[in-house]
């Protein structure tokens, strides 16, 4: 899915995720981020992770900015003190949304 698709008149129209918390690994790029877009127009908080310092920001205000919940979590899960701290993040987020 291309960014050029992610506007309000189609995040969260058919709302089959609305609700529901989704948590991709690595959707900073490639396949990942077309995953996490395709969550969020769906109605789905989507909360990711990738390894790059800018392009899981970007992809998190790509969503923002169409009107999509987005949380990027800096994160490589090869190394497991990440993989935690991903995983914490998550679990504040399903918190907050409860």
Known sequence: MS?????RSTIGRAGRFEGK????AG???GIGRAVGAAFAVEGGRV???GRGEALGPEVE???RAAGGEALCVRADMLREEELK???????LVLSVAS
Request: hydrophobic share 65%; with cysteine.
């Open 3 to 7: 960014q050029a698709n992610w506007d």
């Open 21 to 24: 918390l989704i948590v991709v």
């Open 27 to 29: 959707a900073a790029s």
């Open 47 to 49: 909360l990711f992770c």
């Open 61 to 63: 205000a790509a969503i």
């Open 85 to 91: 701290a991903f995983v914490e993040r998550g679990r």
